[in-house]
Each structure stands twice: as structure tokens, then as C-alpha cells.
């Protein structure tokens, strides 16, 4: 069974940057498509940013586009998510996922995740 754990999170004021990091227990992490997903309080998890095997391909939600930047170190069978000029409505937990391809996690994007389980995040929180 794969585990992720999420870290880097912390409080920051409006404006400011943080860096999530997310490390892998997996063989080949290389060949796996990563995400990265976020709860805000009282609501439903959303996806934020996918990053293909290849690291061809990103996708982002639209409410993130020019401000997260989502990569990967495969040598380090981590993924990444720089996070800059944060916004209060970023506040929220965020996890990561990992998947076979890359088209999960643009229906994730498209219809909302469907995960049964998530791991413990790490809390971002975005002060004004």
C-alpha cells in the first residue's frame, strides 16, 4: 500500500508563499501522475493541481492558475506544490494523491473527487 505524507503547511499572511512537499513509499514513483487536492473548512474536497508521469503535463483548477506551481523530484519520490501570493479563501487542508495516469485526476478536476479515504494533510492557513 502506497503512503504519502504531506508536509510544509503553516499559517502566512495574504501575499506570502509556502511550499508543500509530499514523499512517496512506492517503486517507480516516476510512472505515476501525482495530485494535489484541498479541503477547506466545512466544505467538500477539491482538486487543485495534477502533474503527469512525465511531468509533460499540469492541470489546475482555475482559482490557483498563475499562482501554484506543481512539480515533482523523482529522485526524491516527491511532489511538490509552491504556493505564492496566498489568498485567505486558500486556507484550507491539503493532501496528495497519486495515480496509474494522468485522466483520473482531470476528472477529479472536472467532477470532484471520489476518494474513499485521505490521508492527514497538512494545514495551510492564510491570514488577511
Known amino acids: 500500500q502506497v503512503q504519502l505524507v504531506e508536509s510544509g503547511g503553516g499559517l502566512v499572511q495574504a501575499g506570502g508563499s509556502l511550499k508543500l512537499s509530499c514523499a512517496a513509499s512506492?517503486?517507480?514513483?516516476?510512472?505515476?501522475?501525482l495530485g494535489w487536492f484541498r479541503q477547506a473548512p466545512g466544505k467538500e474536497h477539491e482538486f487543485v493541481a495534477a502533474?503527469?508521469?512525465?511531468?509533460?503535463?499540469?492541470y489546475y483548477t482555475n482559482s490557483v492558475k498563475g499562482r501554484f506551481t506543481i512539480s515533482r523530484d523523482d529522485a526524491k519520490n516527491t511532489v511538490y506544490l509552491q504556493m505564492n501570493s496566498l489568498k485567505p479563501e486558500d486556507t484550507a487542508v491539503y493532501y496528495c494523491?497519486?495515480?496509474?495516469?494522468?485522466?483520473?485526476?482531470?476528472?477529479?478536476?472536472?467532477?470532484?473527487?471520489?476518494?474513499?479515504?485521505w490521508g492527514q494533510g497538512t494545514q495551510v492557513i492564510v491570514s488577511s
Open positions: 512506492v517503486r517507480t514513483f516516476s510512472s505515476y501522475a
Open positions: 494523491k497519486i495515480e496509474d495516469h494522468f485522466a483520473p485526476f482531470l476528472t477529479a478536476a472536472a467532477r470532484g473527487p471520489t476518494y474513499d479515504s
Open positions: 502533474i503527469s508521469s512525465n511531468a509533460y503535463s499540469t
